[in-house]
Structure formats: C-alpha cells, structure tokens
C-alpha cells in the first residue's frame, strides 16, 4: 500500500504560481512513476504531468511551458511548479502513483486551486 498526501494549492490570480507537493509514503519504494491529474467541474480527469524513477517527464499540451514536475527519491516527494497560471488551470488536482509489479495505481485526496483575480 502506498499513502500520498498532497499539499500546496490555494488561490492565486492569473500570471501567478504555486509548487503542489506530494509525499508518498508506505511501499513507496517500489513505485515506478509519479504524477499530477487535474479535475475541473463538469470535466474528466486529466493527466498534467508525470516522472519515472528514472525522472523521464511528460506534460500535456495544456501546461507545457509553463509547469514544471520534479521529484526527490530520497524524501519521496514529488513537485509540481506551476507559473504563469490562468483561469483555465483551476481544478481540484489528484498526486498519483504507479507500481508496476503487480500493477497498481495510488491516488491522493486532492488540493483544490483556483486561478481568478
């Protein structure tokens, strides 16, 4: 079992950042990815950013440019930089986690964010 918990949103108006943390704990040395999914009212889920162990990345189209995803395997802890945030980014965002053998998908209990002026 993996436990994540994520800190960090808020309110922020639009031109302006936050850095979503994520702190995994209990199996989570087997975990093989990490990332961030966002859920806006009325929309599906979404993927924004993941890393491997190995820290290979991968944004959507929507935050490339303008949000950064990093991690640091010794404090099991995945970042999301968000900068030049808009309106469009508000969503309650999700930290997730994979393991590949057997495989297993871990989510967190979500940090809303809210980009309005």
């Known amino acids: 079992q993996v436990q994540l918990v994520e800190s960090g949103g808020g309110l922020v108006q639009p031109g302006g950042s936050l850095r979503l943390s994520c702190a995994a704990s209990?199996?989570?040395?087997?975990?093989?990815?990490m990332g961030w999914y966002r859920q806006a009212p009325g929309k599906q889920r979404e993927l924004v950013a993941s890393?491997?162990?190995?820290?290979?990345?991968n944004y959507s189209d929507a935050v490339k440019g303008r949000f950064t995803i990093s991690r640091d395997n010794a404090k099991n802890t995945v970042y999301l930089q968000m900068n030049s945030l808009k309106p469009e980014d508000t969503a309650v965002y999700y930290c997730?986690?994979?393991?590949?053998?057997?495989?297993?998908?871990?989510w967190g209990q979500g940090t809303q964010v809210t980009v309005s002026s």
């Open positions: 890393i491997t162990s190995g820290t290979v990345t």
């Open positions: 209990g199996s989570s040395f087997n975990i093989n990815a």
């Open positions: 997730w986690a994979f393991i590949a053998i057997p495989s297993r998908h871990y």
